[in-house]
């Protein structure tokens, strides 16, 4: 299996830009995340799909971020107009819901990552 | 609001000493716990899920425990090697199904195995 696969993998763009960051679940899985990473504050939750659906958007920090997920082998986040405030990494997430009722639970899988720097 | 703490931030360890990582959180209402390891320029790798029900997974050399009344969770690394170096962190997920999907994470702990 190829995994969760993100592109680019590095993107640097200036103030002001529009910047598109596109992610590629693993195969059959139900659920898509999207994360971001600084040294300040970590790994946070930015907003998950299930089914193609957000769910919860809860972790967007501003209006000028996006997510779509037009299909299920298909996500982008979107940041318009991008600032230096908004370089981080950021991570794309899959898992698959397995068991069932109480049992349920989701193991998620990360791809790579994308840098990005906003000057 | 839960909070995940990993202490230390940072643990150097002979080649061959077992290693032994703590991860505390805030809320015991959780649905599951997930341990991660993060290469220096790399994504997440998942290397255990223990689910709320459970107290212990175990892959290999690594065995995860969850003590959820006192807020606990630790991941034992046994006959640590060079290439087990690598920042390990700890994630839980909420008191649901649905919430258990939101991961909270804590810090981090960044490990150095010297050979």
């Known amino acids: 299996d190829a995994g969760v696969i993100q592109s680019p993998r590095h993107e640097v763009t200036e103030m002001g830009q529009e910047v598109t960051l596109r992610c590629k679940p693993i195969?059959?899985?139900?659920?898509l995340f999207w994360y971001r990473q600084t040294m300040m504050r970590g790994l946070e939750l930015l907003i998950y799909?299930?089914?193609?659906?957000?769910?919860?958007d809860s972790g967007m920090p501003e209006d000028r971020f996006s997510a779509k997920m037009p299909n299920a082998s298909f996500s982008t986040l979107k940041i318009q107009p991008s600032e230096p405030r908004d370089s981080a990494v950021y991570f794309c997430?899959?898992?698959?819901?397995?068991?069932?009722?109480?049992?349920?639970?989701?193991?998620?899988?990360f791809g790579p990552g994308t840098r990005l720097t906003v000057l | 609001k839960q909070e995940v703490t990993q202490i230390p931030a940072a643990l150097s360890v002979p080649e061959g000493e077992n290693l032994v990582l703590n991860c505390s959180f805030t809320d015991s209402a959780i649905y599951n716990l997930q341990w991660f390891r993060q290469d220096p320029g790399k994504g997440l790798t998942s290397l255990l899920l223990?689910?709320?029900?459970?107290r212990e997974q175990t892959s290999g050399r690594l065995n995860a425990s969850l003590d959820k009344s006192s807020g606990r969770s630790t991941l034992y690394i046994a006959a640590s090697q060079p290439g087990d170096s690598a920042t390990y962190l700890c994630a839980v997920g909420g008191s649901s199904l649905a919430a258990g999907n939101k991961l909270t994470f804590g810090g981090g702990t960044r490990v150095l195995v010297k050979p």
């Open positions: 195969s059959g899985h139900d659920y």
């Open positions: 997430a899959s898992s698959l819901e397995t068991g069932g009722g109480e049992w349920s639970y989701n193991e998620q899988f």
């Open positions: 799909f299930n089914n193609n659906v957000p769910i919860d």
């Open positions: 223990i689910q709320s029900s459970q």
